[in-house]
């Protein structure tokens, strides 16, 4: 990885850390779900053997290339090169497990839990100060609770500080 990985926010878990997110997310056999920044897989490998269909975005066309040939020709996966704040939301129910870039994280928890959004949990890997503001302040219509503890050891490049899992659930229904 370049030096730009840390000027993107683009911060790549190892596999143990991908592994203990995706068995905490407590996925179910049939559910649909978004890596948002899917970056070179660490996520998305594990969420294809747990998730019923797994919906990769990613901008980088290099990373894109790399998951793609990666994965092989799978039913399971699809990855998409595109911008995971333009990329078009799925209309039916769906799942986010992602360690997206740092640097759009609100933005993203914004998008991904506006109204009309088909949410239904979100379990993503954001700097731990702000997995604790939203924890403490949760978006309308979810809760938000701060999830597993993820030390900057657990990336290459390792972040300037810890990180945290925020797990955001929807609370009701959509209108």
């Avoid at 030390?151 to 959509?174: E, M």
């Amino acid at each position: 990885m370049s030096g730009n990985g840390r000027r993107w926010g683009s911060h790549r878990l190892k596999g143990s850390w991908a592994d203990r997110i995706i068995r905490g997310a407590g996925l179910r056999g049939g559910e649909l779900v978004l890596d948002l920044g899917a970056g070179t897989g660490a996520l998305t490998r594990p969420l294809a053997r747990h998730a019923g269909r797994v919906i990769a975005v990613e901008l980088h066309s290099g990373r894109v290339s790399g998951l793609t040939a990666a994965l092989g020709s799978s039913d399971a996966v699809t990855v998409v090169q595109a911008d995971l704040l333009e990329v078009p939301l799925p209309r039916r129910p769906f799942r986010v497990v992602a360690n997206p870039p740092y640097a759009i994280g609100a933005a993203l928890v914004r998008r991904i839990t506006a109204r009309h959004s088909a949410l239904t949990r979100a379990d993503l890997v954001l700097p731990r100060w702000m997995a604790r503001r939203y924890a403490a302040s949760p978006p309308h219509g979810f809760t938000a609770e701060l999830g597993a503890h993820v030390p900057a050891a657990a990336f290459v490049p390792p972040p300037r500080s810890d990180s945290a899992v925020l797990v955001l659930r929807r609370v009701r229904k959509r209108r």
